[in-house]
């Protein structure tokens, strides 16, 4: 089997039930999710720390759910819950214990595992910006929108903790 079927040639794609456009929001809200999971894989090869990679894992897999629920378009058929919310709030909770009060605005730059964090970061905004643009256009899963802002600040958090405890790891 090829893995290129000209199908998409004309400026559509399949979205799980449907044909649309490659510029509707959904692409760009999975396109946006893919990328930040694409991140986190390459993030991977800089954390040797087992516990952070375990949580990238889980991470990846709520992505990957949460990109086929965008896909499905089934409000009936949500999967990402509170459960996992209140989950990466926790490991925000675990990373910040250990660390200072921020008292100023701070780049994630003194290691090579913080700017990969950054990246991810920065690209997880991007999709929680994409999402609450389809959030415009219909009902989505309010815990979607929510597992991603939290991401965010999980990153943040998470490259503050290789900066200030592992810098050097």
């Known amino acids: ?6 199908r998409g040639d004309q400026g559509q794609t399949d979205l ?19 990328e930040t999971m694409a991140f986190i894989l390459m993030s991977k090869h800089d954390i040797s720390e087992q ?4 949580d990238l894992d889980i991470i990846h897999e ?3 759910q949460m990109a086929y629920e965008i896909a499905l378009n089934n409000e009936n058929k949500y999967i990402i819950t509170k459960e996992r919310v209140e989950w990466i709030e926790s490991r925000i909770d675990f990373y910040d214990d250990m660390l200072k009060p921020l008292s100023k605005f701070i780049k994630l730059d003194q290691t090579k595992a913080a700017s990969w964090l950054n990246i991810i970061r920065v690209t997880s905004r991007r999709a929680e910006r994409e999402i609450v643009k389809l959030l415009e256009e219909q009902p989505l899963n309010d815990y979607s929108l929510k ?7 999980y990153m943040f958090t998470l490259g503050r903790y290789f900066d200030e405890v592992k810098k050097g790891v």
Request: proline residues 0%; aromatic residues 8%.
């Open 147 to 153: 597992y991603m802002n939290r991401l965010s600040d």
């Open 16 to 34: 799980l039930t449907k044909r649309v456009k490659k510029t509707d929001q959904h692409i760009a809200v999975n396109g946006a999710i893919d």
């Open 1 to 6: 089997m090829k893995i290129y079927t000209k």
């Open 51 to 54: 516990n952070v990679i375990v």
């Open 62 to 64: 709520d992505l990957f």
